[in-house]
T-cell receptor, first 115, second 110 residues
Framework: DTEVTQTPKHLVMGMTNKKSLKCEQH?????MYWYKQKAKKPPELMFV???????INESVPSRFSPECPNSSLLNLHLHALQPEDSALYLC??????????????FGDGTRLSIL | QKEVEQDPGPLSVPEGAIVSLNCTYS??????FMWYRQYSRKGPELLMY????GNKEDGRFTAQVDKSSKYISLFIRDSQPSDSATYLC??????????FGKGNQVVVIP
């Protein structure tokens, strides 16, 4: 079992739905990340939160809206998604964002399908 | 030229063989090197983490880094069917932004 927990494991939604993905870690990490992974590709960074503040947005469309309610939780709010947004969404955490010496630990992801 | 090159070709080996995987990189700022293992329908699992040139062993796994050649390797000794997975190399420099290779799918045949 990973120390980064993501829910739900699977999600099917229509293009007009609103849903949220959730991520939780209890390792005391102060940096949390959202990644998107398509089949047979490496993860692509979407957002970075450092000390509960958004540090990096990799030009992600506004239909993806991240939120960090506290240091242990990370949400990704989804609205009006497109079929090409179907992918595995991964959450990760590390001790910090700066310094470079902090490996990231990943959850098992939410497999999202857009109808 | 991509920052990290990893030949994504699938690799099939018989059980008990040594698996050898490698990545090259072009960014001299990379100082920290990781190997992640990803099983089907799971997230990447940190397998090995190192930041100096040389070898690091953990059980059947050995990570090798050659900074002068900008080349890293992962060796799996006495491979088992449970080692069948995709292996991703990753590296970072002064911040925690990960640069991934494309991943190698490894199949260990019983």
């Amino acid at each position: 079992d990973t120390e980064v927990t993501q829910t739900p494991k699977h999600l099917v939604m229509g293009m007009t739905n609103k849903k949220s993905l959730k991520c939780e870690q209890h390792m005391g990490h102060r940096a949390m990340y959202w990644y998107k992974q398509k089949a047979k590709k490496p993860p692509e960074l979407m957002f970075v939160y450092s000390y509960e503040k958004l540090s990096i947005n990799e030009s992600v469309p506004s239909r993806f809206s991240p939120e960090c309610p506290n240091s242990s939780l990370l949400n990704l709010h989804l609205h009006a998604l497109q079929p090409e947004d179907s992918a595995l969404y991964l959450c990760a955490s590390s001790e910090s964002w700066t310094g470079g010496n902090q490996p990231q630990h990943f959850g098992d992801g939410t497999r999202l399908s857009i109808l | 030229q991509k920052e990290v090159e990893q030949d994504p070709g699938p690799l099939s080996v018989p059980e008990g063989a040594i698996v050898s995987l490698n990545c090259t990189y072009s960014n001299s700022a990379f100082q920290y090197f990781m190997w992640y293992r990803q099983y089907s329908r799971k997230g990447p699992e940190l397998l090995m983490y190192t930041y100096s040139s040389g070898n690091k062993e953990d059980g059947r796994f050995t990570a090798q880094v050659d900074k002068s050649s900008k080349y890293i390797s992962l060796f799996i000794r006495d491979s088992q069917p449970s080692d069948s997975a995709t292996y991703l190399c990753a590296m970072m420099g002064g911040n925690n932004r990960l640069a991934f290779g494309k991943g190698n799918q490894v199949v260990v045949i019983p």
